[in-house]
């Protein structure tokens, strides 16, 4: 009686595990993101990293970005992998396979693509680059059916050896929404992300085709809502930590917040809202760094430094703030041995 007792409570044990594990689900996989396309998305394509960490910084940690190509620099730290190739076409990547290759390396659940400017410098016309797209896409499905797609109207261009770029942009780019609406399933969605609007070759670019650090900025703005409204579909709602420092004076807030540190050097940002009851025609946003740091880099706004002390002006697109807007800037800095959180001050 006692044996008997004994197995009984052995097996009963057994099955209490079993119940656990069956009724304990498995921790989720981050979700991984494919950023899909050519130099502007692989050479450095520092966008990448802004967003990265803009979303780290907003909660949306449980992410991975994935590719079979390394990270590329752009001094702050991010998960630089990626899919972008320099030089590239579209209609190239689809004609020689290349895509399935890649997908089954890296597995995403979301791909970002900003893809086809090497094919309109080529000349090739639109609906054979949307042609290869819907090529691209297949593969993607093939990969993952419930594949979440970010299709960019691509940034404008204008390469001093190529007068007829330009208007070639805005034909391509006025073609993806027709394209996107007929490609697009329920199970896999295709967003079309406009990264052509607002953005200047002239103040955007260092060479009328690539991303200077004001177009990597505009660039990461244009990403992020779509890519948060796609990762909402697949991961709870993240709760967001602040690590913040307000000061407000008037109607004015600026808010600081560390968006990345690395040895060295950070990243850091500053949100400028109007708290009044009347609009804004400008701000100016002023700090004094306690630890000799200085600022190297910044988006967003017009610097002007003395010694420690720091003072950040609206750029004219975004000056004029209604009551209850705001608007963000960045920058870059270096610092040795402590770095104290500065608190800004908005007039």
Not at 222 to 240: C, I
Request: net charge neutral; charged share 10%; aromatic share 8%.
């Amino acid at each position: 009686m006692r044996k008997t007792s004994g197995a009984l409570a052995a097996f009963l044990a057994l099955a209490a595990v079993v119940m656990y594990l069956t009724a304990t689900p498995a921790s989720a996989a981050a979700i991984r993101i494919m950023p899909l396309g050519d130099s502007i998305t692989g050479s450095p394509g520092c966008w990448r990293a802004l967003l990265w960490n803009k979303l780290q910084s907003t909660g949306y940690t449980d992410i991975d970005f994935v590719g079979t190509l390394p990270p590329q620099g752009c001094g702050v730290a991010h998960d630089g992998d990626n899919e972008g190739h320099g030089g590239y076409l579209a209609t190239n990547v689809a004609n020689q396979n290349l895509l399935p290759g890649w997908l089954s390396a890296t597995r995403p659940d979301v791909v970002m693509m900003h893809f086809g400017t090497n094919d309109v410098w080529s000349n090739i016309p639109p609906a054979t680059i949307l042609g290869a797209f819907t090529t691209l896409v297949n593969q993607m499905r093939a990969s993952n059916p419930a594949m979440k797609i970010l299709v960019a109207k691509i940034i404008p261009m204008n390469p001093s050896s190529c007068a007829e770029c330009g208007q070639r942009t805005v034909t391509f780019n006025n073609a993806i929404p027709a394209w996107a609406s007929s490609t697009s399933t329920a199970q896999s969605p295709i967003t079309v992300v406009d990264q052509w609007t607002g953005f200047s070759t002239a103040s955007d670019t260092y060479d009328g085709v690539h991303p200077n650090a004001a177009g990597d900025q505009k660039m990461s703005d244009k990403w992020y809502p779509a890519l948060v409204n796609a990762l909402s579909g697949v991961t709870p709602t993240p709760t967001v930590t602040p690590t913040v420092t307000p000061t407000t004076s008037g109607g004015c807030t600026a808010t600081y917040r560390n968006a990345g540190q690395w040895q060295g050097g950070f990243q850091g940002e500053v949100t400028v809202k109007n708290t009044g009851t009347a609009p804004m025609s400008g701000w100016t946003v002023r700090w004094t760094f306690a630890n000799g740091q200085q600022v190297t880099q910044i988006w967003g706004g017009t610097l002007s430094a003395s010694g420690a002390n720091v003072t950040v002006r609206n750029e004219s697109w975004n000056g004029s703030l209604a009551p209850g807007a705001s608007t963000t800037f960045g920058f870059l800095a270096s610092y040795n041995g402590t770095n104290t959180a500065p608190s800004p001050t908005c007039s």
